[in-house]
């Protein structure tokens, strides 16, 4: 099994956590990380936990950096996704499976219910919710998948979904509606491809779904976490770390003691240790021309379709 995310060198902290993490809980993953950045940060060589660090410009996308002009740092990162998994899978040809995370999606158990699913399963997107919610709007927007965890395995189909995917974000991965990134196109996909909605609720725990019933987080001690139902409570996506799921926090687990609050607290130190405040200042080289001159919002929007 391949792990693998795309990170600018602002983000290094965070891809050496999740990367540590993974080979913890599954020393025989292979951790792949896309670097989008010119030419290789030094910090991103040598890390014992990355098996190998791509550059995104050797994807072999097309006028690669000039279709990279419309795009912001967030979009950038989004829209090369697709790209990098289908090189990863012509790249390594033993590999089966591979799944995508983002940075910030941090595993506390191995992915064994997943990986049997995917003896099954080609294409695996796992949904925001599982249970209705009473302010759904905001959906409408993001979209019903959340696409900082993909899982697939090698086929046919799962090659011409990623084809699919890629077309449309080479030229649409805009932040704005209707868009949101790569994540309202992959609304379209289970009616064009054979998608299974991966409904574990132990995967993808984040603030937007702290809500549901299923995803409550209890300790079984010695560093093991299940939920309340009785499944492995597996990965955490700390998305909006500061803010959102501060908020969100307070108000569907107001209890300190849960051991979400553990795990927010070891992670935010373990970014600490990893050199966030080094790397979160950064910048990233693709906001400037080759002559160091910024790029500025003008001339991004007059690359746009």
């Known amino acids: 099994m391949i792990i693998c995310s795309v990170t600018c060198a602002d983000n290094l902290h965070e891809a050496k956590v999740m990367a540590r993490r993974a080979k913890v809980q599954?020393?025989?993953?292979?951790?792949?990380?896309c670097l989008l950045e010119r030419s290789m940060h030094p910090a991103a060589l040598n890390v014992p936990w990355f098996d190998e660090v791509i550059l995104a410009k050797d994807l072999g996308i097309p006028e690669f950096e000039t279709n990279l002009l419309k795009y912001r740092l967030y979009e950038a990162v989004t829209s090369i996704k697709p790209a990098f998994l289908h090189f990863l899978f012509d790249r390594y040809p033993d590999e089966l499976n591979i799944v995508f995370m983002d940075t910030d999606v941090i595993p506390y158990a191995p992915f064994d219910d997943l990986l049997f699913a995917l003896e099954y399963h080609n294409i695996l997107l796992l949904p925001h919710l599982l249970e209705?919610?009473?302010?759904?709007?905001?959906?409408?927007?993001?979209?019903?998948?959340?696409?900082?965890?993909?899982?697939?395995?090698?086929?046919?189909?799962?090659?011409?979904?990623?084809?699919?995917?890629?077309?449309?974000?080479?030229?649409?991965?805009?932040?704005?509606?209707?868009?949101?990134?790569?994540?309202?196109?992959?609304?379209?996909?289970?009616?064009?491809?054979?998608?299974?909605?991966?409904?574990?609720?132990?995967y993808n725990v984040?603030?937007?779904?702290?809500?549901?019933?299923?995803?409550?987080?209890?300790?079984?001690?010695?560093?093991?976490?299940?939920?309340?139902?009785?499944?492995?409570?597996?990965?955490?996506?700390?998305?909006?770390?500061?803010?959102?799921l501060q908020y969100h926090l307070g108000i569907c687990i107001p209890d300190h003691t849960n051991p979400l609050y553990e795990l927010i607290g070891l992670f935010q130190e373990e970014l600490?240790?990893?050199?966030?405040?080094?790397?979160?200042?950064?910048?990233?080289?693709?906001?400037?021309?080759?002559d160091g001159t910024p790029i500025t919002a003008e001339e991004r929007n007059s690359y746009r379709c």
């Open 206 to 244: 984040a603030y937007w779904n702290l809500h549901e019933s299923s995803r409550k987080i209890i300790s079984a001690g010695e560093g093991r976490y299940w939920l309340e139902g009785g499944l492995p409570f597996v990965c955490f996506h700390y998305s909006g770390l500061n803010r959102a």
């Open 132 to 202: 209705p919610c009473e302010d759904p709007w905001s959906y409408l927007w993001v979209g019903a998948f959340n696409t900082g965890f993909v899982a697939l395995r090698r086929s046919e189909e799962t090659m011409r979904f990623l084809e699919w995917w890629k077309e449309r974000l080479y030229s649409y991965g805009y932040y704005q509606a209707p868009y949101y990134c790569d994540q309202k196109w992959i609304d379209l996909a289970p009616a064009y491809f054979n998608v299974t909605v991966w409904d574990h609720p132990g």
């Open 272 to 290: 600490e240790v990893m050199g966030k405040e080094e790397f979160s200042q950064i910048p990233w080289s693709y906001d400037y021309h080759l």
């Open 26 to 33: 599954m020393p025989y993953a292979r951790v792949v990380i």
